[in-house]
């Protein structure tokens, strides 16, 4: 397992780092950030490729770049999708915590998974286990590179809830934890924070299968 704290750099770890430090933007851009374009909340995102940097942009620069082989930016898309896996399941991905996410990093082509901690995100190998877990879902198959994730959380009645989401839906939890987190077990706030992230969540997105297909 690599450490969090590794030297910064054009990597996913770096990004989340950088962006866990500072959190989600309190005053977000106004216009686009690559035309300039006037934009408003909420507005679509694009991935720089080169240093992983989450860019706001307007609704005409973010369909340029929709298409996955074009230039060093990527749309972030915006669907959000949920699967329930057995508690089998996340004993074989052997997290830590009781949550991680994993995505594909294309100019390495090769899945990376972090565990959100209060000191930042953690890295860690995704080996087969992670790959068996997307392989369950058509749609977790076909998860997009560096600017979509599948982030699992375990759940004392659910098993696994399992969520496909944009990027920087982890990115944001990844700084909610860093911020609020407080002593060894987190503390109150935290974990209210935390339940009323993953509420939200599940209330926003659709129903990738039956749960009985992944639920084994």
Not at 162 to 176: D, I, S
Not at 207 to 214: G, I, Y
């Amino acid at each position: 397992m690599t450490s969090a704290s590794r030297t910064f750099g054009p990597t996913p770890l770096g990004a989340l780092r950088r962006f866990a430090k500072r959190g989600p933007r309190a005053h977000p851009p106004s216009v686009c950030e690559i035309c300039a374009t006037p934009i408003r909340e909420p507005h679509p995102h694009v991935v720089n490729l080169e240093d992983k940097r989450v860019l706001c942009v307007c609704a005409a620069c973010h369909m340029l770049f929709s298409d996955d082989g074009r230039g060093r930016y990527r749309a972030v898309p915006d669907r959000r999708l949920y699967a329930n896996a057995s508690r089998a399941r996340w004993g074989a991905l052997g997290v830590p915590v009781s949550m991680a996410f994993v995505f594909h990093e294309s100019k390495a082509d090769r899945l990376v998974a972090f565990y959100p901690s209060p000191a930042g995100a953690v890295e860690s190998v995704a080996g087969l286990e992670w790959r068996e877990l997307l392989d369950l879902c058509p749609a977790f198959r076909e998860m997009r590179s560096d600017v979509e994730a599948l982030l699992v959380r375990e759940t004392e009645g659910r098993g696994v809830d399992c969520f496909l989401v944009p990027v920087v839906v982890c990115y944001e939890l990844v700084a909610k934890i860093r911020q609020t987190w407080r002593g060894f077990d987190g503390g109150e706030a935290a974990r209210t924070e935390l339940d009323a992230f993953f509420a939200d969540l599940l209330e926003k997105s659709s129903l990738a299968f039956a749960p009985d297909e992944v639920a084994k």
